[in-house]
């Protein structure tokens, strides 16, 4: 079964500056999905961004970008311009690209963006 | 999100006493899931439904049973309740999780005490 690793279960950082939070994953399939999700204090959860293994082009949202190095299975959030809502835990997730459509989660990192 | 409503929002329970949650969506979206949100655990897979009265196990399925009888509704059921269940609930719901991912729920935080 893939497993979802995030190394940093909390992290900080002052207003306006960029954050990466780390991500790595396990899986002997070539073809998949990553996610990252955002959780505000509101409990709510939000898809920040979507990358296709096979494509070698980081996605990019707006400030937010990811690192995907495909050979180390690392796939890393970059927060650019760190606002004060950017406070949240982030989840990292996995996806097959074929048969069943679950999403395997990280344990997540908390965020806090100081002002 | 508009398209998926749970309930409750929050419940407290006595242990031994079955519980149900509930998951209405109305996206008509084939798959639905069961999470539960612990901490250092993230988000772990109860149960999930590929389609009415098509479910399978997840990785943390004990103590748990669930139903979808129509499309929008999918049931999650603490058969006896324990304090280990003390946990936040997400359901979720997918058409295409590679391409979309998932829609969350709200959640429901659980007590059992």
């Known amino acids: 079964a893939q497993t979802v690793t995030q190394s940093q279960p909390e992290m900080s950082v002052q207003e306006a500056e960029t954050v990466t939070l780390s991500c790595t994953y396990d899986?002997?399939?070539?073809?998949?999905?990553l996610f990252w999700y955002k959780q505000p204090p509101s409990r709510q959860m939000i898809l920040v961004i979507r990358q296709e293994a096979y494509k070698q082009q980081n996605a990019t949202e707006n400030r937010f970008s990811v690192n995907f190095q495909k050979a180390a299975k690392s796939f890393s959030l970059k927060i650019s311009d760190s606002q004060l809502g950017d406070t949240a835990m982030y989840f990292c997730a996995f996806s097959f690209n074929f048969g069943n459509e679950k999403l395997t989660f990280g344990t997540g990192t908390r965020l806090t963006i100081i002002p | 999100d508009a398209g998926i409503t749970q309930s409750p929002r929050h419940k407290v329970t006595e242990t031994g006493t079955p519980v149900t949650l509930r998951c209405h969506q109305t996206e008509n979206h084939r798959y639905m899931y069961w999470y539960r949100q612990d901490p250092g655990h993230g988000l772990r897979l109860i149960h999930y439904s590929y389609g009415v009265k098509d479910t399978d196990k997840g990785e943390v399925s004990d103590g748990y049973s669930v139903s979808r009888s129509k499309t929008e509704d999918f049931l999650l059921t603490l058969e006896s309740a324990t304090s280990s269940q003390t946990s936040v609930y997400f359901c979720?719901?997918?058409?295409?999780?590679?391409?979309?991912?998932?829609?969350f729920g709200s959640g429901t935080r659980l007590t059992v005490v």
């Open positions: 899986t002997s399939e070539n073809n998949y999905y």
């Open positions: 979720a719901i997918s058409e295409s999780t590679r391409v979309y991912g998932y829609t």
